[in-house]
């Protein structure tokens, strides 16, 4: 588990301090994978620089598996990749690979192995696994910068932007790497601006907005906070998709684009919208959940 | 750690030239003075070297990712040390082969007439030049830790003036203390010790060879405490 208590981080002085992350509290429960979400200049990297270690908060407190965030046993267990990859450019994919296998303590042995395997996740030829870092494009960068942080398994991984600069195919072998790591239990806290992305592989998302944590929304499980369905229906239908789902007393509000969000989200309540329009002729192009990220970003923190 | 430094220098296509054109600088001196000078061009070597050591790092990301790993930042610091001394030693034995070589070979070929290289002294050069390199690496290592981009090599070129600095005031404004502070400041932060004399013999358990040993590990004690403190953001919020 990750717990942050109470952290305070103020950047400059004599009087022309800002202060970055302001008493800010939060646990990640082990598993889980949690989107930090906010506006830029909000804190969100001093907060990931904090969890790794980079930087020391003024006050409060940090711990990831109740051991302190620079401890060796954690760092041995930690995957972490930065917004840009601002290592030496004159290695090959393979060779910064290798090392980082190395510096996380693998077994040298398996280095080959290891580093292979790394780049295939992420669909790295061999021809590029043996290129310079200086002639990869943006979107390898960050392909290889995801197989540099989940080399070895980690249990706990720090993602900031990974699918930044990305094509979309990189977007999607990034969002694998980050449900792979779900899947065998990794921990993951996700900095992002990339919403469909947060949605997709985030259990719990906090907003951080000027230091502050101002917002925490379960998306997933039984406390899910956030999800609601959404069925589209074309454009022209709406008004009458929404009487139907009025007549069976069902309540939705609809969109200009012919999208209704349910205002309950349950299956059941999803099966029942669904018959209601099919029987009144309306036909449905789309169900689907939304958390509505976007909507609540622009939102801002809650008044 | 010693290897990926090695490997940072010398794939930088300027910093080769830079040490070649010393090494042949180096080289041409000791074929010259038959070994018994050349340690010179070390210095500059050692500065080029030395550069940006760890401030290079920090600066373009690369530190960031190697902290986060499960290396203590002492372990990273000792192989940028090790990786400047390993650097320098290899440019003072390569230069001093080269030496041998113009020497032997390439003197008598063109019909200049060069002293005959002695070994020995050339040994103690090669030492007295690697053991100095030690303090001047610990000082620039230490001003890496806090200085950015190449500001640790500005730095150590003008500690000298600066150290005289309150020597030269104690004599302007006739203060004797002040000219006694800036004494013990020099002799103890920045020591002179001529290693090819200590090397010859001569006095080498003495106060000056003291004060350089207490010098190098206040150096490094002191780059560690800083860099063991230091904050490195890696980004924007």
Known sequence: ?303 | MVHRFLRQKFSSGGIVIALSAMALLAASQIAGTGGREGSQFGTLALLILAAGCVSKDASGGALQMILCRPIRRSDYLLGRYLGILTGFGAFLIGASVLGIVFARGILPLIGSTARPVAFGELATELAAAFLGGIASAATILLLSTFLPGYGDVLGFILLTPLATLPDLAGKVLRAPWLERVGQALRENLLPSLDWGAVLRGRDPLGAPTGRWVLAVVLYLILALAVFSRREFAYGQD
């Open chain 1, 1 to 303: 588990m990750i717990s942050v208590e109470g952290v305070t981080k103020t950047y400059g002085r004599f009087g022309r301090s800002t202060r970055a992350l302001d008493a800010v509290t939060l646990e990640v429960q082990r598993g889980e994978t949690l989107g930090l979400i906010g506006p830029n200049g909000a804190g969100k990297t001093t907060l990931l620089s904090c969890l790794l270690g980079f930087l020391r908060p003024d006050a409060g407190r940090m711990t990831v598996a109740g051991r302190e965030v620079d401890d060796l046993w954690v760092r041995a267990r930690t995957g972490y990749m930065p917004e840009r990859l601002g290592f030496d450019r004159d290695l090959s994919g393979a060779n910064f690979l290798a090392f980082h296998w190395r510096l996380s303590g693998g077994d040298p042995a398996r280095t080959g192995t290891e580093v292979e395997a790394a780049a295939q996740r992420v669909g790295l030829d061999r021809a590029a696994l043996w290129k310079k870092l200086r002639a990869y494009s943006r979107g390898m960068l960050q392909r290889i910068g995801v197989a540099q942080a989940t080399l070895g398994s980690p249990e706990f991984l720090f993602l900031d932007e990974p699918a930044s600069g990305t094509d979309p195919l990189g977007v999607a072998i990034v969002r694998e790497q980050i449900l792979a790591a779900k899947r065998r239990g990794a921990t993951i806290v996700l900095n992002s601006h990339q919403l469909a992305e947060i949605e997709r592989v985030c259990d719990r998302i906090v907003f951080i907005d000027r230091g502050r944590l101002t917002r925490s929304e379960t998306l997933r499980g039984e406390a899910a906070s956030r999800r609601r369905a959404v069925v589209r229906v074309p454009a022209g239908k709406a008004e009458d998709a929404r009487a139907a789902l009025a007549a069976s007393g069902i309540a939705a509000e609809a969109d200009a684009d012919g999208s209704l969000r349910l205002a309950d989200s349950s299956d059941a309540d999803v099966a029942r919208a669904v018959k209601a329009l099919a029987l009144a002729d309306v036909p449905v192009l789309e169900v689907r959940a939304s958390a509505d990220l976007e909507e609540l970003f622009r939102q801002g923190p809650p008044s």
